[in-house]
């Protein structure tokens, strides 16, 4: 119950077995031997179910361990079973339409990540009205793309500025073909099949991975995209908490005609100065896409209408671009966005109709253009 380990299977032979345990809250006995067993509570209510709990056998050695006591009382250990049956009996009140597969992808940010549990990603998805399901792999994690294994740079071996884009690059290669592998091994068959009807996305990743990722999402199969909160790292939206009502615009920054190629700069968690547009890039035209009547700022995702709104933004962008730049070829995007806007980016390109991206990232203090999307699909580029 506390750990929500399954526990009508073994990890190690695979097989259908019973290992759950049943626990008293307040002990069977009332002595001082028995854990909790001095609490006033009447003998003949000891065996009923609101003083029994469901356990793993660690748990339930942990929980009557002497040294433990002070820490799971009886008031501790009855708000625990209470939260854990409210939270099944939720689940199972949702119809099988409710159901939604789990995706999650996390690797280093410049040296940094975070921890994305299952329990984390659960807690998201319930507080949607929906009830998660991890498609089972041989790590019984689910569908997880896992980055943390690869570095990011050279720097941390001692590299220079100018390796540590170099090495990037090459690590930006090895990351798709890993977001590749899993899509197609286990997202899609799962589509195919019927047996994912729904998907919930959680990233945390550099971002042009996260827009690849968001490329290879079926825009056909409805997903929701979560997007992690600094000041309390939970993954839940914020509904109805006062936050701004954020939309976004999109302006024309460099009026020029619009040849084979052009500039995309998104300015809504952060802001890029024209001045750091690549050079190469200057005489193309130029659009904007920022939030309007609100500031930039890394926490202006707080709510899932705050992203609807910005892809509902990127769609009639790439709408008009289908209307009047018939010549266009090439898109060079440089994006200082939220996680979960990078992801709905690249789910609302579609390979086929749009221009193929070019997606920057900054890098030894330059913005270097790191992944293409679309165009004969992603791949890192060669700075």
């Known amino acids: ?51 029994l709990m469901l356990l793993c056998a660690d748990q339930h050695g942990e929980i009557d361990a002497v040294g433990s006591l002070d820490l799971f009382t009886v008031e501790k250990l009855r708000q625990a079973k209470r939260q854990h049956e409210d939270r099944i009996r939720h689940l199972t009140s949702l ?17 940094r990540g975070v921890e994305l549990s299952r329990q984390a990603a659960a807690a998201a998805v319930v507080a949607r009205d ?14 997880e793309i896992d980055l943390r294994g690869y570095p990011e740079s050279r720097r941390s071996w001692g590299g220079t500025a100018s390796q540590d884009a170099v090495v990037s690059l090459e690590y930006y290669r090895i990351a798709t073909r890993m977001i590749d592998d899993v899509v197609e091994r286990q997202l899609q068959p799962g589509v195919a099949r019927e047996a994912v009807r729904h998907v919930s996305v959680f990233g945390f990743a550099r971002l042009p991975l996260l827009v690849h990722l968001g490329s290879r999402l079926d825009d056909t199969v409805p997903t929701d995209i979560y997007q992690r909160h600094r000041e309390d790292e939970s993954w839940v939206w914020r509904e109805g908490e006062g936050v701004p009502a954020a939309g976004f615009s999109t302006l024309v920054d460099q009026d020029v005609p619009a040849g084979s190629e052009a500039v995309l700069v998104v300015n809504v968690s952060g802001a890029i100065g024209m001045q750091e547009v690549p050079a190469a890039l200057a005489g193309l035209r ?15 995702m707080r709510d899932r209408g705050c992203l609807e709104r910005f892809t509902a933004e990127l769609r009639g962008f790439f709408a008009g671009l289908e209307a009047e730049a018939k010549t266009l070829e090439r898109l060079h995007v440089l994006p200082a966005v939220p996680m979960s ?15 193929q991206l070019v997606v920057y990232e900054r890098l030894a203090g330059s913005y270097v253009p790191t992944l293409t999307v679309g165009g004969g699909g992603a791949s890192g580029r060669d700075a």
């Not at 119809?95 to 040296?111: I, K, S, Y």
């Not at 130029?286 to 202006?300: C, M, Q």
């Open 130 to 143: 929906r009830y998660p399901l991890f498609l089972e792999s041989y790590t019984r994690h689910g569908i």
């Open 1 to 51: 119950m506390l750990c929500n380990a399954y526990l009508l299977e073994g990890s190690m032979s695979w097989r259908a077995l019973n290992l759950g345990e049943l626990a008293h809250i307040v002990g069977r006995g009332s002595g001082v031997r028995s854990p909790r067993g001095e609490y006033p509570l009447d003998p003949s209510l000891r065996e009923d179910a609101d003083n």
């Open 341 to 355: 806007a990078a992801i709905a980016f690249g789910r609302v390109h579609h390979p086929q109709v749009h221009p």
């Open 95 to 111: 119809g099988e339409d409710r159901a939604t597969t789990v995706l999650r992808m996390v690797g280093p940010v410049h040296g």
């Open 286 to 300: 130029r659009w904007e896409i920022r939030p309007a009547g609100v500031p930039t700022g890394p926490d202006i």
